[in-house]
């Protein structure tokens, strides 16, 4: 529909301006004429209207058409005005011309001067209106230019990629009238685009709040590509149906690796090149904005990091102090009970922890058994919950696990809720055990209560693991030293019919039903360990070397009636490191048919259902047949104890080998050179250490202790 054109005409003969309107109007039907007699009438329709032209005649009273147009050109330099006057000659031309009239018409008879006039009109008002358009666009565009200036600003000044992105869709959607715009984000660990942040002008817009897949959508597209893009019609292009599309027409803008902004508007083709500059500009200062933001962030990630890391280098310091302070008591405390007591003390007496106790694996349930820095109250209520504690949980399963474990918040942790009031009253949130443990054997759980949540960093935790296991050797040595110092002793016998045992695999090669025996173990570390095997002379064991992978060597070291005694050297068995981990002997073993029973002596202090489960959970075919208790002379202790003190390893191994080899029996079971090479050494190396430790049993005969 063709835009109206209002046009003012200004005659004193009032006859003459309707007259004139009528014929314009008929002439051009977008024309529409308002008449005026002088020119105050017309300042006063100018006033009260908006008009596109003005045709004034040159002669008037009071005001002429010159004097009119000059104070037309006041309010507006521009408005087109046609000066239309009988008085023709050149002087008024010029002086019209000169005055800025936009065109000067002499009067005539007929109709054709009306079909000049109005053509006249409408080229004046169409240049007048194109004119007033394109200024009132660049003043726009300056407007719209300073904004986005100011609003640069606000991106700069905001703190998070969410603010940014929030106030870059506000800017698209209220400054440059956008029907849609939305911020996608780039997620790398899941690969894809999130929705931040959108605002939506009209209901039939479609939902910005989405996510695009890898892969999905001309979203990922442009953002894949890194090349912003404009669709005039998102609906012709493939794979887009018309009901996910957010607009009609969209820009897509790529925000670096950050993810896209994308502006949206209901009419196809609804950009304009102005528009699109803007929105290209609003990209790349929100682009700016997030790359200042992500470095502040890195910085300020970067500071905590080094904050967090001073603290906890100055906490671990302090750990360390009150470490070597407990390792130096305990170093000092004679038995197990002493150990735990000085441990909680030093522990207890620190800032740091708000209290620590420890729980023994001897017990059923696990239940403290020393404690520093807490109320009795509290350790009662911990063995009246029993298996419902969630101490109790925690130290059976770091017992089970062999590993510390951390508590990083209490007041959070769900199995910890029925001691969220002992938390808040005796101030603690982070709780950490660690096992009590040396060569495999776990003595207890060490546990400290912490201020604070997740207040026990990763260097902390592996100080206090080294803890325990200093701990954990600590009790294993006076538990020793009160053994050597005991002289009762508990003997367990045991029936194992575990066909992984080794001794039960020896059984089987016996073709009658006679026993085979272990007649003594020599345990050589690194250097494997060698056993004296006696079996019927009937057993077929002498290819086994080759064929069996648990024995390295195999040989006769003697053979007499009807028994033949052979040295095997074979790798560490778990058999045998369960007895290594609980410093266990072997009294006697034997093996008849796949079953064998086993006589062990258990020194004091070592728990035997622990002992038992350790091997039950090695050979799960094995039973406690018996146990009871020994008495030694304290002679035979003492002798013990000399031995232990006096004799070096290599003397013990050499004067054990000869002793279950039969050595030193007449006639001799075994020379000095088998038994040199069952221990890998020279006859003259294996005699001189064997001669070493006769002498030093002889000096103990005749000379007694003292030497």
């Known amino acids: 529909m063709t835009k109206l054109i209002t046009v003012l005409i200004v005659d004193n003969e009032p006859g003459f301006a309707d007259l004139a309107g009528q014929m314009l109007e008929r002439e051009h039907e977008s024309i529409v004429t308002e008449a005026a007699t002088s020119g105050a009438e017309a300042l006063g329709v100018i006033e009260h209207r908006d008009i596109d032209c003005i045709v004034s005649d040159y002669e008037m009273p009071e005001v002429t058409g010159l004097e009119l147009l000059e104070r037309v050109r006041e309010d507006d330099p521009d408005l087109p005005y046609i000066l239309f006057t009988g008085r023709g000659s050149e002087e008024v031309a010029s002086e019209a011309i000169a005055a800025g009239v936009t065109q000067y018409l002499q009067k005539e008879s007929g109709k054709k001067q009306y079909a000049l006039l109005a053509n006249q009109i409408t080229n004046a008002v169409a240049q007048y209106r194109t004119e007033t358009e394109l200024r009132e666009s660049e003043r726009r565009y300056e407007r719209t230019l300073t904004t986005l200036h100011e609003t640069t600003r606000d991106l700069m000044r905001a703190e998070t990629k969410e603010e940014i992105c929030r106030s870059a869709v506000e800017t698209a959607s209220e400054i440059l009238d956008v029907a ?337 025996a272990v007649e003594g173990v020599i345990d050589r570390g690194e250097g494997g360990v060698v056993l004296f095997i006696s079996a019927p002379s009937t057993a077929s064991l002498t290819e086994l070397e080759a064929d069996w992978a648990s024995i390295e060597t195999l040989s006769v070291v003697s053979d007499g009636d009807g028994e033949t005694l052979f040295e095997l050297t074979v790798v560490s068995t778990p058999f045998l490191d369960v007895l290594r981990t609980y410093d266990v002997q072997v009294q006697m073993a034997t093996a008849e048919d796949g079953l064998s029973t086993l006589v062990l002596e258990v020194p004091q202090g070592v728990e035997t259902r622990s002992l038992v489960e350790a091997i039950g959970e090695e050979y799960p075919e094995t039973e406690l047949v018996a146990k009871r208790e020994t008495t030694h002379t304290r002679s035979a202790r003492q002798l013990d104890t000399y031995l232990a003190e006096r004799l070096t390893d290599k003397q013990f191994e050499a004067l054990q080998a000869a002793h279950y080899s039969g050595f030193f029996e007449w006639p001799r079971e075994s020379t000095g050179e088998d038994l040199a090479d069952a221990l890998d050494v020279s006859p003259p190396t294996y005699h001189y250490h064997l001669r070493a430790a006769e002498r030093k049993l002889v000096t103990l005969a005749f000379d007694g202790y003292s030497s």
Not at 278 to 299: K, M, P, W
Not at 353 to 365: G, H, M, N
Not at 449 to 476: C, F, K, P, Q
């Open 180 to 516: 849609v715009a939305a911020v996608y984000a780039f997620e790398p660990t899941a690969g894809v685009l999130e929705h931040v942040a959108s605002t939506r002008g009209s209901p039939s817009s479609g939902d910005p709040e989405t996510t695009f897949e890898r892969g999905e959508g001309l979203v990922w597209d442009v953002f894949s590509e890194g090349d912003s893009t404009y669709y005039e019609d998102v609906t012709r292009e493939e794979n887009v149906e018309t009901g996910d599309a957010l607009s009609r027409s969209e820009l897509i803008v790529p925000l670096g690796t950050h993810g896209v902004l994308v502006a949206g508007c209901e009419d196809i083709d609804g950009f304009d090149e102005t528009m699109t500059e803007l929105l290209h500009i609003l990209a790349a200062n929100t682009e700016a904005a997030l790359d200042r933001a992500e470095r502040e962030q890195l910085l300020r990630d970067h500071d905590r990091t080094l904050t967090q890391q001073n603290e906890e280098l100055t906490r671990l310091n302090h750990t360390n102090e009150i470490v070597r302070e407990i390792n130096h008591s305990v170093a000092q405390a004679s038995t197990r009970a002493a150990i735990e007591e000085t441990v909680c003390d030093r522990l207890a007496e620190t800032d740091r922890y708000r209290f620590a106790w420890i729980a023994a694996s001897d017990d059923e349930p696990p239940a403290p058994t020393a404690w520093s820095g807490i109320d009795a109250a509290y350790i009662d209520g911990i063995r009246d919950d029993g298996d419902q504690a969630p101490e109790i949980t925690l130290v059976r399963d770091i017992l089970e696990s062999g590993q510390g474990q951390l508590i990083h918040d209490v007041l959070e942790d769900e199995t910890w809720k029925s001691r969220r009031k002992e938390a808040l009253t005796y101030g603690y949130q982070t709780v950490l055990g660690v096992p009590l443990i040396a060569d495999e054997r776990r003595y207890g759980v060490l546990v400290v209560h912490v201020a604070g949540a997740d207040s026990v960093g990763e260097s902390e935790r592996e100080v206090l693991a080294e803890l325990g296991e200093t701990i954990g050797h600590a009790i294993r040595s006076v538990e020793r030293t009160r053994a050597m110092l005991t002289d009762s002793r508990l003997e367990l016998e045991l029936a194992v019919g575990d066909s992984r045992l080794l001794l039960n695999r020896l059984s089987t090669q016996v073709e009658t039903a006679e026993p085979i």
